[in-house]
T-cell receptor, first 114, second 114 residues
Framework: GAGVSQSPSNKVTEKGKDVELRCDPI?????LYWYRQSLGQGLEFLIY????????KSGLPSDRFSAERTGGSVSTLTIQRTQQEDSAVYLC????????????FGDGTRLSIL | AQSVTQLGSHVSVSEGALVLLRCNYS??????LFWYVQYPNQGLQLLLK??????LVKGINGFEAEFKKSETSFHLTKPSAHMSDAAEYFC????????????FGTGTQLKVEL
């Protein structure tokens, strides 16, 4: 597609369940970012992938969060044993070059933990 | 550490009037600064960026921003508002060269009235 695609657009799950969020970046973009936006907060950096380099995981809030990027394209963000404070909009972004800022964001996945 | 403060979560202007969205930053090192825009039902996209070259930066759709070190500001302006400018605008900062770890403000919703 033309833009960054994220799925699902909405996810409601019970506390303690695992969730997987998917991001399909713009074709050819080597850099991929995950951010999240909690209610009333600015966007919070989670993780950054650039090509085949080791990802920058410094923004992941706990070891319940993990992400992978297969084949340099699609990325999956996994949250294990979800907690209510994980409720947020999870945004994926991509850009053409490395070391730079995200250029285009997806529409996000709105995650609600009951 | 760095942070940004956006003054005014909601700004309303008349069509044809000056648009001024305020952003002040705090950074322990020379910053890179960014403005992103999110149009209704779309993902965030990069509007413009300052990366220590010219202090007056021009972006898409007639927007520009000026980096003022003495005021620690990076306000976004447009001389004449158009209805299509109605959107949410986010200011962001990163340390020099660290564009993948942006720190975002909480956003300003711009409303344009006839």
């Amino acid at each position: 597609g033309a833009g960054v695609s994220q799925s699902p657009s909405n996810k409601v799950t019970e506390k303690g369940k695992d969730v997987e969020l998917r991001c399909d970046p713009i074709s050819g973009h080597t850099a991929l970012y995950w951010y999240r936006q909690s209610l009333g907060q600015g966007l919070e950096f989670l993780i950054y992938f650039q090509g085949n380099s080791a990802p920058d995981k410094s923004g992941l809030p706990s070891d319940r969060f993990s992400a992978e990027r297969t084949g340099g394209s699609v990325s999956t963000l996994t949250i294990q044993r979800t907690q209510q404070e994980d409720s947020a909009v999870y945004l994926c972004a991509s850009s053409a070059g490395g070391g730079g800022q995200p250029q285009h964001f997806g529409d996000g996945t709105r995650l609600s933990i009951l | 550490a760095q942070s940004v403060t956006q003054l005014g979560s909601h700004v309303s202007v008349s069509e044809g009037a000056l648009v001024l969205l305020r952003c002040n930053y705090s950074s322990s090192v020379p910053p890179y600064l960014f403005w992103y825009v999110q149009y209704p039902n779309q993902g965030l996209q990069l509007l413009l960026k300052y990366t220590s070259a010219a202090t007056l930066v021009k972006g898409i759709n007639g927007f520009e921003a000026e980096f003022k070190k003495s005021e620690t500001s990076f306000h976004l302006t447009k001389p004449s508002a158009h209805m299509s400018d109605a959107a949410e605008y986010f200011c962001a900062v990163s340390p020099t060269g660290g564009g993948n770890k942006l720190t975002f403000g909480t956003g300003t919703q711009l409303k344009v009235e006839l």
